[in-house]
């Protein structure tokens, strides 16, 4: 590697089984004196990281780890304060000359809380390199055996569909629709896809030895729908134009 001090690095971890990291990513982290990861923190529910499993499992040494502690909470502010406060050790790590990582899972680019720590290091004129990784809805693909997408499909990304009128609509105007941070749609999902039938792809924990995947809407009914699941619809064949 060349020298790769003084500069931040963005790591993707990948969705989840720590052999999706690309070789990049790993030489990046195995480098790295300090390594910086998300980490959820409850009063309720305790500290839980999906990253730290990932790290750990990859080999990573627990001195070069250091969580970002981030509430459980809908509240912008609170994530933008957690990433302010990274973004002030950073500042020490690379006056310091450390070589810095900030990881994500999934890709590091694609809804990932790194973004609230770019704007600093932009205003500052830190320089950072950010290194892609597997998104957790291309391993869906992958678990569902199934293309996402051929030809001219359109294909619609959706953390935020906010009623089940609103999902048809997208359907009709789109082949496949990945939904991410489903929250909004857990309580009517189930009911959505008996009545209009789309194709069913979904996956709670994907690459994990959480991992649970179905493409029976009725087993969604009783189910607690967690945070990290996606759920891929497609057109059937015969609604196609
Ligand atoms: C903040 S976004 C992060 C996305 C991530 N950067 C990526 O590239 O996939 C979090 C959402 O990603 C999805 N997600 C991430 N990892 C997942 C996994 N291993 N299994 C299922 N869903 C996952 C869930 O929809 C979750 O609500």
Redesign the pocket.
């Given at each position: 590697m060349a020298n790769t001090k003084g500069k931040v690095y963005g790591v993707s971890l990948g969705?989840?089984d720590p052999e999706l990291i690309t070789i990049k990513a790993l030489k990046t982290l195995q480098h790295s004196d300090k390594i910086y990861y998300p980490a959820s923190v409850s009063e309720k529910k305790g500290n839980s990281s999906f990253s730290l499993p990932i790290l750990r499992e990859l080999g990573l040494n627990d001195l070069q780890l250091h969580p970002i502690p981030l509430k459980m909470s809908y509240d912008r502010s609170e994530a933008e304060g957690a990433y302010y406060a990274l973004f002030e050790k950073i500042q020490e790590d690379i006056n310091q000359d450390l070589h810095v990582s900030v990881v994500?899972?999934?890709?590091i680019s694609?809804?990932?809380t790194f973004a609230y720590l770019l704007k600093h290091l932009k205003a500052n004129a830190i320089s950072y390199e950010m290194i892609p990784g597997v998104?957790?809805?291309i391993l869906a693909g992958a678990k569902s055996k199934l293309p996402i997408c051929t030809l001219s499909d359109k294909v619609l990304v959706d953390p935020n569909v906010d009623s089940p009128e609103d999902l048809l609509k997208r359907l009709q105007e789109n082949d496949t629709i990945v939904l991410?941070?489903?929250s909004k749609v857990k309580d009517w999902i189930a009911d959505f896809i008996l009545e209009h039938q789309p194709e069913l792809f979904y996956?709670?924990?994907?690459?994990?030895d959480k991992e649970f995947i179905t493409d029976d809407a009725e087993v969604l009914r009783d189910r607690r729908i967690p945070?990290?699941?996606?759920i891929i619809l497609k057109k059937l064949k015969k609604d196609k134009g």
């Open positions: 969705p989840g994500s899972e999934g890709d694609f809804f990932s998104p957790a809805f991410m941070k489903v996956g709670e924990y994907l690459g994990t945070y990290f699941t996606i």
